[in-house]
């Protein structure tokens, strides 16, 4: 590597830098976010039962018996 390379960053990348750093709290806020919809337990009892409620499907479903 030569003496004069110069490392190159790209727009999206130089735009996320600059979002960070105008607004510190960014990254907390998309965390937030995320425990609101995503983050969450999983019930183990219930979706034991969501698939033992499930029916098996037909080779070709629009065929009758």
């Known amino acids: 590597m030569p003496l004069f390379w110069k490392h190159y960053k790209s727009d999206v990348t130089a735009f996320i830098e600059t979002l960070k750093a105008n607004k ?11 425990a609101l919809l995503w983050d969450k337990r999983q019930d183990s009892a219930a ?5 033992d409620a499930k029916v ?5 479903v629009y065929q009758t018996k």
């Open 56 to 60: 098996a499907q037909q080779p070709y």
């Open 24 to 34: 510190p709290t960014l990254e907390e806020e998309q965390r937030q976010g995320r």
């Open 47 to 51: 979706q034991s039962e969501y698939d």
